[in-house]
């Protein structure tokens, strides 16, 4: 069975600052990664989708890579703001059209 | 696109009550999901519906929970009778195709009592 990991569970940084949410799945066979936003009481964002061909995909001050055959993916945030802090969920989608979720990073950014 | 709708977004009741939670997909999607959410499991999945088909219901926690799909853009979870150990935020998400982009509703945070 897909298990999918996320590390670290938590994470702070000051303002400014360029981070790294990184993710890690058992199997490589794969169709795509999505990473998700989660803001407090509410339900999860589609940030980035990568398709199990690409090597990564960029949206704004976020860039996604994923490497399929060593089972890993990183979120880039640049310039981190107070409002990127949420929690960031990576999933992956099998084969049999099913979802993986991490447990999530939650980043805090510090004015 | 409104996205996937569900309702009602905060229900509170009593236990050995019947509950009813409600999702509308993204017009066109092909298949959804129902999640539930718990800070101690995380994210679960508990059934999902391709072309209205129940596809996996494995993740059911047992026969109290129900979950139909009449028709491409309606789904209902049903839990009857509910217990204290259900609450949580129940979530419905749908993605047009296989291979393609999950989109979820803003959760149904359900409290029974």
């Known amino acids: 069975k897909q298990e999918v990991t996320q590390i670290p569970a938590a994470l702070s940084v000051p303002e400014g600052e360029n981070l790294v949410l990184n993710c890690s799945f058992t199997d490589s066979a794969i169709y795509n990664l999505q990473w998700f936003r989660q803001d407090p009481g509410k339900g999860l964002t589609s940030l980035l989708l990568i398709q199990s061909s690409q090597r990564e995909q960029t949206s704004g001050r976020l860039n996604a890579s994923l490497d399929k055959s060593s089972g890993r993916s990183t979120l880039y945030i640049a310039a981190s703001q107070p409002g990127d802090s949420a929690t960031y969920l990576c999933?992956?989608?099998?084969?049999?059209?099913?979802?993986?979720f991490g447990t999530g990073t939650s980043l805090t950014v510090i004015p | 696109d409104a996205g996937v709708i569900q309702s009602p977004r905060h229900e509170v009741t009593e236990m050995g009550q019947e509950v009813t939670l409600r999702c509308k997909p993204i017009?066109?999607?092909?298949?959804l999901f129902w999640y539930r959410q718990t800070m101690m499991r995380g994210l679960e999945l508990l059934i999902y519906f391709n072309n209205n088909v129940p596809i996996d219901d494995s993740g059911m926690p047992e026969d109290r929970f129900s979950a139909k799909m009449p028709n491409a853009s309606f789904s209902t979870l049903k839990i009857q009778p509910s217990e204290p150990r259900d609450s949580a935020v129940y979530f419905c998400a749908s993605i047009l195709q296989l291979g393609g982009e999950l989109f979820f509703g803003e959760g149904s945070r359900l409290t029974v009592l």
């Open positions: 017009s066109g999607h092909n298949s």
């Open positions: 999933a992956v989608q099998n084969t049999g059209n099913q979802f993986y």
